[in-house]
Structures are given as C-alpha cells and as structure tokens.
C-alpha cells in the first residue's frame, strides 16, 4: 500500500476535490431574484409554501418556520407548556442549542447516556430518570438515525410525558414510514449552513396538533394571537421570523434533496460494508425501523488498539494528509461544557444556581461512559463528502485500509 503520506509517501487522493456546499443552481437564482423583484421580502407567501411543503414532506400537518434549529426547540418547548423548573430528559452527546433551548424555556436538561453504537440516547435508561420534575423527553436523531421512537414513546405514554424530537439532522428520515419530526409531539429542524438543507440560517416546528401550533406560531409571532388584532399579544413571544429570502433557497433546496438523500444513503451503505471488514473500524449501527435515512454526518468507532495503539488523533491526520478530511466530533459531552461546570450563587453562575431548578444539581458530578467514549473514539465524515462519486468513497476505504496497513507507524 506504499509509504503513509503523513511519513512523506504518495496521499491515496492527489487533486481530487470533494463536493463543495452549499449546492445552488438557476433555481436558487431566479427564486431569490423573484423575491427581490416582488418588493415582498417579509413573511409572506413563500413562508407560507415553504411551512406546507416542508411538513408534507415530513408527514406533519403543521409547519411554524422561524430563525434557526435552536429557536424551533425552544418554540417547541414553550409551545408545549413547559417552562420554570421542569426537567427535560436529553442526549449529552448533541450540539449545544439542544440544551440552551431548554434552558431558554427556563426548564432543566437532564442527560441520560447514549448508545455508543449508534450516538442516540439509549431509550432502556430514560425511564430510570424520571421525577416528579419531568415534563418532557427530547430526544435528538444524531447524523440523521432516528432513536428509538417505540421505546420513547412509550415510555412518555406511561408517564404523561411529551416528546419534542431533535430533528435538526434529520430532513427526509422516516420511522416505519412516517417522517422524524413529526413522531411525537413536536419536533424542531435545522437549516443552518453546514445542514443538508439550509437556508444560510433558518428552522423549524412541526406538529400534528393544531393547538400546539398555535401556540407555536403566537411565540414566534411576538405573542400575537391566532387572527387577533396585530398590536394585541397573549405571551411572551419573541421576533422568531423567518424572511421570504429564506423561504425562497429553502423551496429551491427541498427541490434536490431527495436526490441528495439517496445519493448520501447509497455512500454510507458502501461505505459501513467496506469499513466493516477493516479491524479496528465499527460503522454506526442501523436500524430496520429506519425506512428512510438522512445523513448529515457519518460516523464511525476507531479502536486504538487494533491499530497497534495509535491514539485517534494519529490517525486522523495520517487519513487526513491521505487527502480524506475528517473530524472528531465533540470534544466532550454537554454536561463537560463551561456554561455546566460552573460553581456558585446568583446570575454569573447561571443555570446551575438559578432559583426556578428547585433543587439542587451539581453537573460536574453527571457521567454518561458510553458519551464519553464517543467524544474519545468516534469519526466523523460530513454529509458533502456523501455526495461523492463511488470512486470517491473508495478513496476513503483505501487511506482508512492504508493506515491500518502502517499503524504501527504512528505509535507515539
């Protein structure tokens, strides 16, 4: 297999770009010049195509757009009620805007640990985190896989719970046949840059029940009720808006996104089958009630040992300077993060010592193994590299295979 490149040897890729992104076209073009040309840049029917679109392509019967990801969950959260010192059961292993949206609703996360084989919560732990305290479950579909949703549901059928789904990675999965997003009682969506579908910046509520969305929109809507009067306003709400400018990308990109799905879902499957047979890599575990998958990241385990005791971060650079690009993932779980970590009395320290959580809760003390080892043994691939020609994610089984084949290269 010759001399690893990161020794001085030939990269397996040598001027070969990988897909670039955002994808963008004549349709993109003309929508955003129709929105200019229009003099109709607010909020208005292109918000409207977009929120019945994007839900029918869900399986939702209600869509309230707005600003980003994180504003759809904490919309969400509001929407369904809950609010100053009720817990909400949650993945440590999630971008930060799962738990600042349930901190902005004045409600506390609380994380239970992951499956390591798939990067979802384990829905066999939810229930051991129950109190009298929770009020909801928010599981987040991590790269696009959906978690457990007979489980969870269950689960907050038992116990009066609602479910607010993460679905932020997740445009186009399906649990058996019905879209993520729509499988509890409200999900959120990202459209944020790096996301499969994105806007520059945007989101999204779905729900099937028509109060909620109400209550959804009023939020977003600066409190204003359903066909009331513009100046009177019934909460809290807040500006969530989203702009006919981001209504007329996001039509366009809905356009090309089935295409883009099933070209990801293809390059993952070849991808899992071949790195399978390489020992030392184990691809994320699927799931048969998956079907329909979205793939905003693929991820797999890296055992050192198996590679002759190369600390992952070798053999990232070693597969990077292959001209494979890849990533970590998080550094460490939520719970790890500064913002939970502090000790203390009064705002500065904040949420930890916010008087609505009602008790006392020490994050520091919070350990979730299996997360943690994610944060220590995953890799990540983006969703553009996905878009890749076959060829191209037979590069990457080729500099995973050539680094196993000079591990012990990289020891120390």
């Not at 200019?36 to 869900?58: C, H, I, P, T």
């Not at 509001?78 to 292993?93: L, M, W």
């Not at 020609?389 to 990457?396: G, K, R, V």
Request: proline share 5%; with cysteine; aromatic share 10%.
């Amino acid at each position: 297999m010759g001399k690893l490149a990161v020794k001085g040897g030939k990269p397996v890729r040598v001027g070969k770009p990988w897909p670039s992104w955002p994808v963008h076209d004549e349709r993109e073009r003309k929508a955003l010049l129709g929105v200019l040309e229009s003099g109709k840049w607010w909020w208005g029917e292109k918000v409207k195509e977009f929120e019945r679109k994007f839900a029918d392509y869900q399986d939702a019967k209600f869509g309230i757009s707005c600003t980003n990801g994180t504003a759809a969950l904490e919309i969400a959260c509001v929407a369904a009620g809950i609010g100053a010192g009720d817990e909400v059961i949650t993945s440590p292993y999630t971008f930060m805007g799962t738990a600042s949206a349930i901190l902005r609703a004045n409600a506390v996360p609380v994380f239970v640990d992951t499956e390591r084989d798939t990067m979802n919560i384990d829905a066999d732990q939810i229930e051991a985190a129950i109190t009298d305290k929770t009020r909801a479950i928010m599981p987040v579909h991590f790269g696009g896989l959906p978690c457990d949703m007979d489980k969870i549901n269950r689960i907050a059928k038992k116990h009066d719970l609602v479910v607010i789904e993460d679905a932020a990675h997740s445009w186009g999965t399906k649990w058996r046949g019905k879209g993520a997003g729509a499988l509890g009682d409200l999900g959120g969506f990202s459209f944020q840059m790096s996301k499969n579908i994105t806007g520059g910046e945007g989101g999204i509520v779905l729900t099937d029940s028509e109060a909620l969305a109400d209550q959804a929109l009023s939020y977003a809507n600066c409190g204003r009720g359903k066909g009331k009067p513009w100046y009177e306003h019934y909460l809290l709400g807040s500006n969530y808006r989203m702009t006919e400018f981001q209504a007329a990308i996001l039509l366009a990109q809905l356009q090309r996104l089935p295409e883009h799905n099933q070209r990801r879902a293809a390059n993952a499957k070849f991808l899992s089958r071949e790195l399978a047979k390489i020992d030392g890599i184990q691809p994320m575990r699927e799931d048969k009630r998956a079907t329909e998958r979205a793939y905003h990241l693929y991820g797999f385990l890296y055992d050192a040992k198996k590679f002759g005791g190369a600390p992952r971060e070798k053999f990232r650079q070693a597969l990077s300077a292959e001209g494979v690009p890849n990533s970590p993932g998080y550094p460490h779980p939520l719970y790890k993060n500064p913002l939970f970590q502090k000790k203390g009395a009064g705002p500065d320290y904040c949420p930890v010592s916010c008087p609505y959580y009602g008790r006392e809760r020490d994050y520091t003390k919070v350990v979730c193994p299996n997360a943690e080892r994610l944060c220590q043994e995953v890799v990540w691939f983006t969703q553009t590299m996905l878009l890749g020609s076959e060829d191209d994610m037979a590069d990457i089984v080729a500099a995973v295979r050539k680094v196993r084949a000079n591990a012990r290269e990289l020891k120390g």
